[in-house]
């Protein structure tokens, strides 16, 4: 590309501004190649990232959920948008972002069209909402002219259940933008002093959790598997980070209650900043019914956490079993309480995890390694 020239716009869609968190100093690597402007739903977080970023943003309300009059206001919006800025690529993310985005984009005659898949989210649905929410998978992914995936197993998924013939693109080892293991470190961090503000003593055994407290993150399970081990071990504690989505995949009520009312389970909520609740873990429990390549596995990898995980897509592309954490069934409680009580009972394993956690996140997922990738890969894909 000639260093006179005007570069072209590429155009960052996500459904709701936080995600957008996804892409920050990725969109410095980004810009060295194009115009980079941020599309999302309005709001104070869009505005930060754009002045962070220093890029331009543009708000156009979008709903997570499927809202069918104002789903089509967004894809005229949109549209309309597209129309008038003349983006070369519209860069779709999140399963309602990628369809608007990739509808509208493809009436507008946008040349590029990215659909970036994070997950697959009818793998949680049945019934009619699941056939709905594949059909939605099947036409975004027609619309789109090129398709990224953070992992490997969501190419071998849309294979498998026929969503798609397009091959798709997996940048670097997965993920959408590495981990930057400066920020994600141990080092900093004093353990027993965080344990003590929550109450927590230095002979109570941690496990964490850290996302949606939903039932498709297998919260329902962790519940009951932490109250059957917590009646034979006093020494138990069960930290929870992070908000409820109850509009959209309810606990179950019994689960709520335990939460709300069980002495050695700690409800801390959604919190900006993870890094030090993480520190009060031994270790990461992650129950999930479905993912595409999880961030809080790699999160707690980092910080030398070791975790126990569903052996599934995504996640097994992180844990390697009995190297730095543990896979499990998922959906089973049965096999969430051995994993939960062997990582309690055997010290030996335990340490071996958590030497390898951090080691192994660096090995695949480090942030300034796989900007390169990324900026290799739209180099090729422009040509340049």
């Known amino acids: 590309m000639d260093s006179s020239s005007v570069k072209k716009k590429l155009f960052i869609l996500t459904t709701i501004p936080i995600t957008l968190s996804f892409f920050k100093g990725q969109i410095q690597v980004l810009k060295k190649i ?153 080092i900093s961090y004093d353990s027993k002093k965080l344990r003590s503000e929550y109450n927590i003593s230095d002979k109570d055994f941690v496990y964490g959790f850290m996302g949606r407290l939903v039932g498709d993150k297998g919260i329902n399970e962790l519940i009951e598997a932490f109250i059957n081990l917590s009646k034979k071990d006093d020494n138990l504690k069960l930290l929870l980070v992070g908000g409820y989505e109850e509009e959209l995949d309810p606990l179950k009520e019994e689960t709520l209650n335990n939460i709300n009312n069980h002495p050695k389970i700690i409800s801390a909520g959604y919190q900006k900043d993870i890094r030090s609740f993480l520190m009060m873990m031994d270790v990461f429990v992650f129950p999930t019914y479905r993912e595409g390549l999880p961030v809080s596995i790699m999160e707690a990898g980092a910080m030398n956490i070791p975790v126990i995980s569903s052996n599934i897509s995504g996640c097994n592309e992180i844990v390697e079993d009995q190297i730095n954490g543990l896979l499990i069934e998922p959906k089973s409680v049965d096999a969430l309480t051995s994993a939960m009580h062997l990582i309690r009972k055997d010290t030996v394993l335990h340490e071996k995890l958590v030497v390898q956690s951090r080691l192994q996140i660096e090995k695949k997922f480090e942030q300034k390694h796989h900007w390169k990738a990324i900026e290799s890969y739209y180099k090729d894909y422009m040509n340049l």
């Open 34 to 186: 194009f115009d980079v402007e941020l599309v999302s739903s309005p709001d104070e977080f869009l505005v930060t990232m754009g002045t962070t970023e220093q890029v331009d943003v543009h708000g156009v309300k979008m709903e997570r959920d499927i809202s069918i009059f104002r789903d089509l206001k967004s894809l005229f919006n949109l549209y309309f948008l597209f129309k008038e800025e003349k983006p070369y690529i519209v860069h779709g993310n999140t399963p309602k972002g990628g369809l608007l985005s990739m509808i509208s984009s493809f009436f507008a005659r946008v040349p590029k069209r990215i659909y970036c898949i994070h997950g697959l989210r009818y793998q949680g649905m049945y019934g009619i909402k699941r056939e709905l929410l594949k059909t939605m998978e099947k036409l975004t992914c027609f619309l789109a002219t090129d398709i990224l995936t953070v992992s490997v197993g969501i190419v071998d998924i849309l294979k498998e259940d026929g969503i798609t013939s397009k091959k798709g693109d997996v940048i670097g080892n997965g993920s959408i933008n590495g981990i930057d293991l400066e920020y994600f470190s141990s």
